[in-house]
């Protein structure tokens, strides 16, 4: 076996374009360390950065025949871990966008709250049933970190930090599990407008 250690970029860049799969292990150790430290300054989390640096990594052995054989491979990689930078961003924009329509929506008006003191207690007991019922078919992380926080009080930041992942996913966590108990009391919202109005 060849001591690829030794190979410039461009002999890397060449064996990899063949498929040699030791050229592009070595490829990722040269990289890996200086990749990861520019996602993770970017990001602001090595847990994130970790993962954008795997699907990059990813992406390029499953493009190496796309490799031009003078490509000039650092520029090459700083330049596709900063897509994936700014694709990140991009996406936690929109998920913070979705979160903050659905905190919205999720706001009972104050018609509603008169309302619920209209309520009989069994048809309150509906309504926390259909409530109990849209917890439990929560996706297991939404679930989880609901129950961390309407159940337990934990702040986004201590939900963070129990479960590992980030403050921006515990917010987009708790916006879907709002709009899908929304969606699971709104026949009731509608019911009680009807029977007012009778």
């Known amino acids: 076996m060849p001591d690829y250690s030794a190979f410039t970029d461009q002999q890397l860049v060449a064996c990899i374009g063949t498929g040699d799969e030791g050229a592009f292990d070595t490829l990722v150790r040269r990289y890996y360390s ?3 430290t520019y996602l993770t300054r970017a990001v602001r989390s090595q847990a994130i950065a970790e993962d954008l640096l795997q699907d990059l990594w990813l992406r390029v052995w499953q493009h190496h025949l ?3 054989p003078d490509v000039n491979i650092r520029i090459y990689l700083y330049a596709a871990a900063r897509n994936h930078v700014l694709d990140y961003h991009r996406g936690e924009r929109r998920r913070a966008a979705a979160y903050e329509r659905a905190q919205q929506e999720y706001q009972p008006t104050i018609s509603e709250v008169s ?9 309150r007991e509906e309504i926390a049933a259909a409530i109990r019922a849209a917890t439990a078919a929560l996706p297991e992380r939404s679930r989880e970190i609901w129950t961390l926080s309407r159940d337990h009080g934990l702040s986004y930041s201590e939900i963070a930090a129990v479960t590992g992942v980030s403050v921006n996913t515990v917010k987009t966590q708790v916006g879907r599990a709002m709009t899908a108990l929304r969606a699971a009391i709104e026949p009731f919202l509608l ?3 009807v029977v007012i109005s009778w």
Do not use: I, N, R
Request: aromatic share 6%; charged share 30%; net charge negative.
């Open 34 to 36: 200086a990749l990861l």
């Open 66 to 68: 796309d490799l031009p």
């Open 115 to 123: 309302e619920w003191d209209t309520l009989s207690e069994l048809e």
């Open 191 to 193: 019911l009680m407008v």
